[in-house]
């Protein structure tokens, strides 16, 4: 594992046994120094399953206990003024590692409302040709908590203007909508914002040191930025294997790119990031995570394939995966480790070419939602064919992507 370096160290943890054992080998090692701002980090999509959110609490108390603070982190919106339209404008909160609640309204969430609060934003699903979720969800925020963390003080600002009720109406944002071209019929663009615009008005003012046990929290003594000329460097370490290296070039591609770049819009790719990847520099393979945690005091609550990782029902675990999925897990249109929840979001979420009166460049296609284009939503489809009572008139969806296996991995770790 790394030795020592100047450079502070983000050890970007997903909830999956490699990144928990790459956090666990660092620390053993001695290569994690909080003194220099070393920082571990997961943020939450709220349609993990519960498994992965009990292994995250153990690998918090873990790690915390031996001195590196580890954050959570969600997307969240927040309303405020852009060029004189009040509209909603995406964000991060810190949350802490129990559920949310009556008794603990700081508490993560974990039944699908960060992932519908993206969408709703979106007025869209993420497909497999435009993964946007990641971005969204993991990238965005994880920089946004990155900026605050090297340069801001002791926590987050308040984002959001001063009054307690929402500014937007029906008939601003309609215009909003009209003004930037978009073509949504009014109807279906103010249901699919129903949503996000339920959200709190606000992101507070939060303090680090209210969502982690390690005392005396590091603080720099000059602030840093994130972009621009003197962007401060420091690596991620991300918990890729070295059975999967095809998806470190990705990663490193995308920094590539980001050299010499201006932007600091939300989602920009910081240009003082470098990413490592220990479990490929010291050779270990799934079936050495699986050996590592067979000699732990915890282990992840899952079965070793990965197929309830991440996202329970992400797009990308292909047609044979989401289908046993869907077979094994429950029936609960209200809970993402459901296939129905996510049948609900395509459903409202996704785009109806022929409602939204969209051009298409197929007849059969009449819907383009979590798959790309197809010929009906595919999640409804995929649990009818789980449970035997299949539509044929939605059951072989013109999904040019959605075929047998899974694909690879789309950085949800980064």
Known sequence: MDAH????????????????MMLLKLLEAGAIEP???????????????PATYVFLRR??????????PFFWLEFCTYEDAVRGDWT???????????????????????????????????CATPSMQARFCTRMMKVAPSNAFLSDWFGRGAGPNRLGHSGESSRITDEG????????????????????????????????????SDFSAVPGLWRSNVPARLFGPRAIRF??????RADEAQRLAKTEARIARAQGQKGRAWGDQPPGEAVKAPLIEAGIDREAVTEFWDSREFD????????????????????????????ECPSDASNPESIDWWAAMEARYGRDLIAERRSRT?????????????????????????????????SEPAAEHLVDESYDDCNCTD
């Not at 690998?59 to 590196?68: D, H, M, V």
């Not at 995406?90 to 969430?109: F, I, T």
């Not at 079965?303 to 077979?327: E, H, Q, S, W």
């Not at 296609?365 to 008139?393: E, K, M, Q």
């Open 5 to 20: 370096t100047s450079v502070p160290k983000v050890i970007k943890v997903s909830g999956g046994r490699s990144s928990g």
């Open 235 to 240: 690596e991620s370490h991300l918990g890729i």
């Open 173 to 208: 944002l309609l215009a909003r909508h009209k003004r930037n071209r978009g073509r949504m019929p009014s109807a279906i663009l103010l249901d699919k914002k129903r949503y996000v615009r339920s959200r709190p008005v606000v992101r507070p003012a939060q303090c680090f």
């Open 59 to 68: 690998l918090k108390t873990w790690a915390e206990g031996r001195g590196l």
């Open 88 to 122: 909603r404008r995406p964000a991060y909160r810190l949350v802490n590692e129990q559920p949310l609640g009556p008794d603990n309204p700081g508490g993560y969430r974990h039944r699908g409302e960060v992932f519908e609060e993206m969408l709703s934003h979106e």
């Open 35 to 49: 003194s220099r701002g070393d920082v571990a980090v997961f943020t939450n999509t709220s349609a993990e399953h």
């Open 362 to 394: 197929q007849e059969n296609v009449t819907h383009f939602g979590f798959f790309g284009p197809a010929s009906g939503p595919i999640y409804a489809a995929l649990r009818d064919s789980a449970n035997g009572t299949v539509d044929h008139s939605v």
């Open 300 to 327: 992840l609550g899952l079965p070793p394939d990965g197929r309830y990782g991440n996202c329970v029902f992400c797009m990308m675990k292909g047609r044979i995966g989401l289908t046993a999925l869907a077979r």
